[in-house]
């Protein structure tokens, strides 16, 4: 079976009256339709450089890290 994928960046607010869990359940929920199905969490880690301004100033680069709801449909054909 062949599948495709396609991935959602979990975005959670912290100052938000809804829970970890219930802002999660709401963007897979969000995302399970027309065929697509949760698969599973990724991360993914980004390095974000200082600007050129920031750096002449001692800025440092940062890293990230993003978490990764992952989808998946099965392909037609």
Not at 33 to 54: P, Q
Request: proline share 0%; hydrophobic share 35%; aromatic share 12%.
């Amino acid at each position: 079976m062949k599948y495709e994928y396609k991935c959602v960046q979990a975005l959670f607010i912290r100052d938000s009256k809804k829970s970890l869990g219930t802002q999660a359940e709401e963007i897979i929920n969000k995302n399970s339709v027309d065929g697509w199905e949760y698969y599973n969490t990724a991360t993914a880690d980004e390095i974000v450089r200082a600007g050129c301004l920031s750096a002449l100033f001692g800025g440092k680069d940062v890293l990230l890290n993003h978490s990764l709801f992952v989808f998946r449909k099965q392909k037609n054909g």
